[in-house]
């Protein structure tokens, strides 16, 4: 079982919709979840991160966590051509020091104008 | 959010030469720094953890003699290619941590081995 994962894709919305992407991971101890974004030759870019459980919006950006499930995911509201990229879930065991940062393989989000 | 510069962005190197990058953190001191390679099409690999003024923690299956990890200061943080095959030839990415647990990317370097 991977630590983290993540359906590749590609996922297809059309312009306007809402795209939601999941991801889950394996260790419990999980502390510090993100979202990061990748435009296709390019470094990624954080979007959103969440800590505890719940839902964190950040304007047509929601992240939801439930740690019980292990699950973690971010909803894209109003979905435009621009938002297409791969999306990479990433998640650490702490929330300070050194500790890295475990990536899923991304989900390669298409919208579709 | 907080800053990350890589330099050079892209480099093209003759198979057996060395090459540097550099990772500054521009707004922030960083004492951890991270490295990751990632090929076309793949998701990202860590290779290596930073830490300054000490020595770099390697990644399984990652050569730390092929790969030359120095954190000099709070803001800076070298990789060095040591005698690189067109099999180096990847997309290298730095990333940087405030005092946040948020972890930020440098724009990355494209490498390409002749």
């Known amino acids: 079982q991977k630590e983290v994962e993540q359906n590749s894709g590609p996922l297809s919305v059309p312009e306007g919709a809402i795209a939601s992407l999941n991801c889950t991971y394996s260790d419990r101890v999980s502390q510090s979840f993100f979202w990061y974004r990748q435009y296709s030759g390019k470094s990624p870019e954080l979007i959103m991160s969440?800590?505890?459980?719940g839902d964190k919006e950040d304007g047509r950006f929601t992240a939801q966590l439930n740690k019980a499930s292990q699950y973690v995911s971010l909803l894209i509201r109003d979905s435009q051509p621009s938002d297409s990229a791969t999306y990479l879930c990433a998640v650490s065991r702490s929330n300070f020091g050194n500790e890295k940062l475990t990536f899923g393989t991304g989900t390669r989000l298409t919208i579709i104008p | 959010g907080a800053v990350v510069s890589q330099h050079p962005s892209r480099v093209i190197c003759k198979s057996g030469t060395s090459v540097k990058i550099e990772c500054r953190s521009l707004d922030f001191q960083a004492t951890t720094m991270f490295w990751y390679r990632q090929f076309p099409k793949q998701s990202l690999m860590l290779m290596a953890t930073s830490n300054e003024g000490s020595k770099a923690t390697y990644e399984q299956g990652v050569e730390k003699d092929k790969f030359l990890i120095n954190h000099a200061s709070l803001t800076l943080s070298t990789l060095t290619v040591t005698s690189a095959h067109p099999e180096d030839s990847s997309f290298y990415i730095c990333?940087?941590?405030?005092?946040?647990?948020?972890?930020?990317f440098g724009p990355g370097t494209r490498l390409t081995v002749t």
């Open positions: 990333s940087a941590r405030p005092n946040t647990p948020e972890q930020y």
């Open positions: 969440i800590y505890s459980n």
